[in-house]
């Protein structure tokens, strides 16, 4: 079983910015994808990002629309830990984020899964407030 824990949620004014992380523990996978999502008050859990690595390419990544050029997404290997950063932050990205993930194997190793069915593990969340 994995287990992820996401931190870096706050408090912080439009405009600003703030670095999430998402870390795993117990079982780790080498062809992996990890996936960011968030949910806001009243609003159903919709995808942010995802970053993708397997054993026989690099990363890659994917992002919303909404997000993209804002919000990057990077992976420490060595520290079985994804970032994300959120640039710009306005009212909109105020939510929980929760980091996710899922297996990867040779036939089935898309970067765009983007439902949060198709996520196996769950972190439980970090509250990010975008507030003057």
């Known amino acids: 079983q994995v287990q992820l824990v996401e931190s870096g949620g706050g408090l912080v004014q439009p405009g600003g910015a703030l670095r999430l992380s998402c870390a795993a523990s117990g079982r780790t996978f080498s062809n992996t994808v990890v996936g960011w999502f968030r949910q806001g008050p009243g609003k159903e859990r919709e995808f942010v990002g995802s970053i993708r690595w397997t054993s026989w390419s690099g990363a890659s990544t994917y992002y919303a629309e909404s997000v993209k050029g804002r919000f990057t997404l990077s992976r420490d290997n060595t520290k079985n830990t994804v970032s994300m950063q959120m640039n710009s932050l306005s009212a909109d990205d105020t939510a929980v984020y929760y980091c996710?993930?899922?297996?990867?194997?040779?036939?089935?190793?898309?970067?765009?899964?983007?439902?949060?069915?198709?996520?196996?593990?769950w972190g439980q969340g970090t509250q990010v407030t975008v507030s003057s």
């Open positions: 996710a993930a899922r297996l990867l194997t040779l036939l089935n190793y898309r970067d765009d899964y983007d439902r949060p069915d198709e996520y196996h593990y």
